[in-house]
């Protein structure tokens, strides 16, 4: 899409015992529909850039398609707003446990139970030991992914996300939405057919359930946050071979599973 991903705005701001006009950069946001065959899928509000990659990765995590194959054409039709997603292959299941959403920025998909149908069939245990990393790699690829957050520095108002390996970043993504960040990861792994078994995600939010879900879904056995995790999500990483590590910050970190992927 070429709508901008920000904007400026005069705002009024207020500082030791000053008010002063200035102009400020706001972040920018869309709600994009998806259209599978013609049919509704799902709304989903995000920072207007590698949609494609956005729907791909989605309707991946989703199960709606088992790989970037089933997907015959993709378009964007962005006067009205809409991808057009046109599928030769549908999972025959994702009717069965799947209505129409519409996806906040703020709350994920809404869930009323912390696990659907789909998740159990998506999401990936690892099984054995593929990649693992020092705990100076740790700080390495959070300070590489948060120098490169752009967006963030000048808005605040966008959660970043990265793929790394043993050798650096391999790509970034932001989205005003947490889970749309990943899924941008993922759309473009799949359509660029990049090995992900190696990969490990770098994330500047919360490690909620979901996102620990996104991360098994991807596939990567690793995952380094900034922020906290939450209790389901490490009970999850437990019993899906995940390492968590999170509060990367200076010059301390938590490991809070698997950590036998962590070199000290």
């Not at 043993?166 to 960040?181: E, K, Q």
């Not at 990969?199 to 879900?213: A, D, P, Y």
């Not at 995952?223 to 009970?235: R, Y």
């Not at 990483?237 to 992927?261: D, K, M």
């Amino acid at each position: 899409m070429t709508k901008p991903t920000n904007v400026k705005r005069e705002i009024l701001r207020f500082g030791n015992g000053n008010l002063n006009r200035f102009e400020d950069t706001i972040v920018t946001e869309y709600p994009v529909t998806v259209k599978i065959n013609g049919r509704e899928f799902v709304t989903i509000v995000c920072t207007p850039e590698y949609i494609e990659d956005l729907v791909v990765g989605f309707l991946a995590s989703e199960g709606v398609i088992r790989k970037y194959e089933d997907i015959e054409e993709i378009w964007v039709e962005e006067k009205d707003g809409f991808v057009h997603v046109k599928v030769n292959n549908i999972n025959p299941y994702y009717q069965n446990f799947q209505h129409k959403r519409y996806i906040t920025s703020c709350c994920g998909s809404s869930r009323q139970g912390f696990v659907f149908v789909n998740d159990a069939m998506t999401a990936k245990k690892m099984e054995g030991i593929r990649v693992t990393l020092s705990v100076d790699g740790c700080f390495e690829l959070m300070n590489n992914m948060q120098a490169s957050a752009t967006t963030f520095h000048n808005t605040g108002g966008v959660h970043n996300c990265a793929l790394g390996d043993l050798n650096g970043m391999v790509l970034g993504r932001m989205d005003i939405g947490r889970h749309n960040a990943l899924d941008k990861i993922f759309g473009y792994c799949l359509r660029n057919q990049i090995f992900v078994g190696d990969k490990i995600v770098i994330f500047s939010g919360r490690i909620s359930s979901e996102i620990l879900l996104k991360v098994a879904k991807i596939g990567c056995e690793l995952v380094l946050s900034k922020s906290a995790p939450t209790e389901l999500a490490l009970q999850l990483a437990e019993q899906l071979g995940i390492t968590t590590v999170g509060f990367i910050r200076s010059q301390s970190l938590n490991v809070y599973t698997h950590p036998e992927r962590i070199i000290i």
